[in-house]
């Protein structure tokens, strides 16, 4: 009300106030007390200042309320009319009340109202069922011929592209890490680009057994991090190494896998990297590069300059 001190309802377009029932001035109302402003109750009426609005042909007042047919309560505020919905068209979820709701309208009745009454879907006339189908016959016909076209062009994209992929390099260090690369087309430009890994065919200060077997179950003893610079692996994992070989024969890893380890650096960013993991090893005499652990120890000078013959 006017004193601040209690909340009341607003009084409407025409309806009586007073200092304790004020008039909505949301909707621009303001009592009204004629010439007597002695008065103590009056009429509620639109502010001399708003403009009415004019909608279906009507004019009317500003603050006034009205309903446009039956789904709409519309009110005019200062030459605009604003309208609320008096239906709720949604339908609820099912539930174990009412496990098929549907929204129905009842003889009478302007808005819909939820039916829980029929236990299933209602049936549709065989004439719809019957359109429905051929649309649907239609519709199907015409995502084949979509789905024939796409497969079409993606075969004519293979055939213009073809996939190319060659093996991974051997390791670039025969013990310690070491990186591995490969050249694939296998891009959405369809360029050739080079893949790199990192690699570990051996830990350069593991010690061997005697017998010298190549035998991929040389795994490390325990679960480590992996290294990349300064930048250790997130999880911990337990690689497989290849061993060394009898009579000088290289061992070199057979089958291996690539897997995007993540690693964390010390300012805390984090990188994803390829990583080699060996599967099996083979003892080989065609030595793709030096093995240097089935080699014996030699001390080399800077700037020595060796010749290996093949």
Known sequence: DQCGCCKVCAAQLNQDCSPTTP?????????NYGNDVTMAWGICRAK??????????????????????????????????????????????????????????????????????????????????????????????????????????????????????TEWSPCSRSCGMGVSSRVTNRNPECKLERETRICNIRPCLLIYSKEKKCSPTQKAPKPIHLFYGECASVRLYRPTYCGVCKNGRCCSP?????????????????????????????CSEDCEHLNDVALPSQHWMYGDTHKFID
Request: hydrophobic share 30%; glycine share 8%; aromatic share 6%.
């Open 48 to 165: 001399s200042e708003g403009r009415s609005c004019e909608y279906n042909g009507r004019i009317y007042q500003n603050g006034e309320s009205f309903r446009a047919g039956c789904k709409h309560q519309c009110t005019c505020i200062d030459g605009a009319v604003g309208c609320a919905p008096l239906c709720n068209n949604k339908l609820p979820p099912a539930s174990s009340s009412c496990p098929y709701p549907q929204l129905v309208r009842k003889p009478g009745q302007c808005c819909f109202s939820v039916d829980c009454s029929k236990g299933s879907w209602p049936r549709l006339p065989k004439h719809q069922v019957c359109f429905l189908s051929i649309r649907l016959s239609v519709h199907l016909l015409h995502m084949g011929q979509m789905l024939k076209i796409l497969k079409e062009n993606i075969s004519y994209i293979k055939r213009k592209c073809p996939v190319q992929v």
């Open 254 to 282: 057979r089958h291996s896998r690539t897997v995007p380890v993540t690693f964390v650096c010390q300012d805390g960013e984090r990188l994803q990297k390829s990583v080699m993991f060996i599967q099996s090893c083979k």
């Open 23 to 31: 008039c909505d001035h949301h909707k621009g109302l303001e009592c």
